[in-house]
């Protein structure tokens, strides 16, 4: 009758095929490299404050109060956005002041 020309006739369950080939691929896949950074405070000295809220008033656009409100609720993230570059180099500012900084 010609019904073999379609293929054998699939049932149940499949222990390969397309599915099971792509989920492969996708495992060996490398996730891409992070180019966005933020800069979080997690915490600093207490005697380097005011430095560090100087430090936060310096690379952001933040009044006095602003500046020293966010450096006081600790953790807190200072700065979005930034390229690697920018926000290695105010990290090592501000842990050169006594903060403990992470780059998110």
Known sequence: M???RYGPALS???SSGPAGGAAAAGAD???AEKTVFDIKLEKFDAAAKIKIIKEVRSFTDLGLKEAKDLVEK???VLKKGLTKEEAT???E???E???TVVLE
Do not use: E, F, T
């Open 97 to 99: 002041l006594g903060a």
């Open 74 to 76: 600790v953790p807190a």
């Open 29 to 31: 896949s490398k996730p």
């Open 12 to 14: 149940g369950p499949m």
């Open 2 to 4: 010609g019904l073999n």
């Open 93 to 95: 500012k501000l842990k």
């Open 89 to 91: 180099a105010i990290a």
